[in-house]
């Protein structure tokens, strides 16, 4: 069966088969500390993940998602810590609220686009910045709501690794599946052009709210998953900056793919945890990278690692009618 | 006994501003199921304001708007869409970044269910994969199916421009130049392609050729300054003073 497929996929999946392995062995090889920054990272890749399915696939760039996942944890936190309720309440009473953040941003950003889309969803993620400080009952205003238990089934720090683990590749299949569903690739349709999308039949409207509620869902999800693993929920979760800085863990590593953004995140978690640590002025550090990328590699890190790919493949005179090249086509495809 | 059939485009008195312009003025047009109407015009005569009216994309000031026997004045395009309506743009508006086969696989599935699907991919076989056959065959495009749409040449866009409309099988077709920007051969070949379509699609043509506009249809308007200033079959209308005056004079 291996022999029937390309080179190009042949690497595609041994790669994934490495990260797989190397994700379940990562415990026995990495101490507690390079653990936990594998688990922010792959919370904060699924977060990008949910971003880019708004920015990189339906055009619609958000800054304010960190107020759909930041919500999410709100509500777990509120549930733990004031009204003292049992993990499944916890969990659902999160949802709920994600959920719900998810629904009214759809509903005020959906007959928006471009620049102004990008505006509400700013203003919306200001608004629950604001009420994070404001709401000090619900809150607890700048000190936030501490002593998040984690479930006890996941409490020691690898156990909670391999939850966060199995939950971000489910949904990286899920998304997979969105991404390449005839949904998906009206969404693509939908960044191209709304005009014509309306012409031909789409209510563009409903098409943006649908695919908002589905980003809310995995945003949802990994508000979850963080506020398990820190154990507190604070505003620095929910500021612009945390958006900000999934919009950028995207454009990093390649927007309009799945595994870009999660590269990206892995790369961002590990500079300000890791390079922070030797060199003071990381952040310089930080906005050459961008600068970098921006100027040399406009399609990301996967699509300057794809390009070369492709003209290695060239050079050594593969036949390119049976290797499937990058193109502006196929570029948006999922992982 | 005859049953009167309702037109399946009737533009009742329209008016049209957009706050002290008035682009469409009065105008007034019935298409019957099957014909083939021009609407011409020398530039600025409101031909693609009236294009924009019927297809919900600019509402009338005054006047309304029926279509396959609904009033549609304040309808939206997309619903116009989804009841039959199909049209295409005097600029290119195609999704550039994909293929030709993706382009198609979006249009084909504008009308289904299907396009709310999103737990299960996109398969393009069965019926989507016949329609999209059947398209690139009629617009002879099917050699550039997998070709990403910035690749092709303006002229095969302006195929595929057409071909994004029929993909959706749409019961009348609102034409906006479809010849803009092409050389003489390729006019040519557009004007076959238009001429080939099913005669039991209606189409109304907005064409700034008067040679081509007047070649492939049997019933013609002429709008000048957003008033209808001749209607009627293409001999009448290349014989009419008016009309050679305003727009060929214009040309």
């Known amino acids: 069966m291996l022999r029937s497929l390309s080179l190009t996929a042949r690497v595609k999946l041994g790669l994934a088969a490495a990260g797989i392995g190397l994700g379940v062995a990562a415990p026995y090889i990495f101490d507690r500390f390079v653990i936990g920054l594998i688990s922010l990272a792959l919370i904060a890749g699924l977060f990008a993940q949910s971003i880019d399915l708004l920015g990189g696939y339906a055009g619609l760039i ?25 993990f499944t309440a916890q969990i659902a009473v999160g949802f709920l609220a994600g959920m719900t953040a998810a629904l009214i941003f759809g509903v005020m950003a959906m007959r928006s686009d471009g620049v102004y889309f990008i505006m509400v969803t700013l ?14 009952r619900i809150t607890g205003a700048e000190n936030g709501l501490t002593g998040i238990p984690r479930p006890p089934a996941v409490e020691l720090y690898w156990q909670y690794y391999y939850l966060t683990l199995v939950v971000v590749v489910l949904c990286w299949a899920l998304l997979g599946i969105v991404v390449n569903s005839p949904f998906g690739t ?114 990301g890190l996967v699509g300057a690692i794809s390009d070369g790919w492709n003209k290695w493949l060239h050079r050594n005179d593969a036949p390119v009618s049976q290797e499937p090249v990058l193109t502006s086509s196929n570029r948006t495809a999922g992982p | 006994m005859t049953t009167a059939v309702a037109p399946i485009l009737h533009v009742d008195d329209v008016t049209v501003r957009f706050g002290g312009v008035t682009a469409v003025s009065g105008v007034s047009l019935q298409v019957e199921r099957g014909a083939r109407w021009a609407v011409i015009g020398p530039n600025g005569a409101g031909k693609t304001t009236l294009f924009k009216t019927i297809s919900g994309e600019v509402h009338p000031t005054t006047g309304r708007v029926h279509l396959f026997g609904a009033d549609t004045s304040r309808s939206t395009p997309y619903k116009n869409a989804q009841s039959g309506l199909g049209r295409t743009y005097q600029v290119t508006e195609l999704f550039q970044a994909l293929t030709v086969e993706e382009n198609l696989s979006i249009a084909a599935q504008a009308r289904a269910r299907s396009r709310f699907a999103c737990w299960r991919p996109l398969r393009i076989k069965g019926w989507i994969d016949e329609r ?13 199916r997998h070709t990403v749409v910035s690749e092709l040449s303006h002229g095969e866009q302006r195929q595929l421009e057409i071909a994004l409309a029929l993909a959706t099988e749409p019961e009348i077709l609102l034409l906006d130049e479809p010849a803009a920007g092409l050389s003489a051969a390729e006019r040519r070949l557009m004007r076959d392609l238009v001429e080939g379509l099913s005669r039991d699609l209606t189409i109304v043509l907005i064409e700034h050729d008067m040679e081509i506009a007047l070649e492939l249809v049997d019933h013609v308007l002429v709008l000048d300054n957003g008033q209808v200033i001749a209607e009627g079959d293409p001999e009448s209308i290349r014989a009419d003073d008016r009309v050679q005056a305003v727009y060929l004079r214009s040309d």
């Open chain 1, 62 to 86: 958000t800054l304010g998602h960190a107020g759909v996942s930041g919500t999410a944890a709100y509500g777990v936190g509120y549930m733990a810590s004031k009204a003292g309720a049992g």
């Open chain 1, 123 to 136: 203003a919306q993620g200001m608004i629950v910045w604001g009420l994070s400080i404001r709401l000090f």
């Open chain 1, 186 to 299: 009206s969404l693509k349709g939908l960044r191209e052009s709304e005009t014509r999308m309306r012409m031909l039949g789409y209510n563009t409207t409903g098409q943006k709210l649908y695919v908002f509620l589905i980003a809310g869902f995995f945003a949802t999800v990994s508000g979850i998953l963080l506020v398990y693993l820190n154990g507190f929920i604070s505003p620095s979760t929910v500021i612009l900056a945390a958006s900000a800085i999934g919009v950028l863990e995207a454009i990093l590593g390649g927007i309009g793919t799945l595994v870009g953004p999660m590269i990206g995140a892995f790369i961002i978690v590990f500079v300000q945890n890791v390079v922070s640590i030797y060199v003071s002025r990381w952040p310089t550090l930080m906005g050459t990278l961008f600068i970098v990328v921006v100027l040399f590699a406009r399609r």
């Open chain 2, 132 to 144: 999209i056959t059947s398209v690139l065959d009629q617009l002879h495009l099917s050699a550039e």
